[in-house]
């Protein structure tokens, strides 16, 4: 029976630790922008272009 207890104890502290994190994240505007993440994978990263030529001793840009 001690052991029940000693696991509702636990899974209530992890469960409360998981709330405060999404409290504090929600908080600090880790969920704002919703829209830009879905159209930035179709756009092509413009500075992994010039990274790539720099490296691969490609003068032109």
Do not use: C, H
């Amino acid at each position: 029976m001690g052991m029940i207890y000693l696991m509702l104890i636990v899974s209530l502290i992890i469960a409360l630790f998981f709330l405060v994190s999404f409290f504090w994240a929600t908080k600090s505007g880790q969920f704002d922008d919703d829209y830009t993440p879905s159209v930035r994978i179709l756009y092509e990263d413009e500075s992994i272009k010039i990274n790539k030529q720099k490296t691969d001793g490609n003068t032109e840009v």
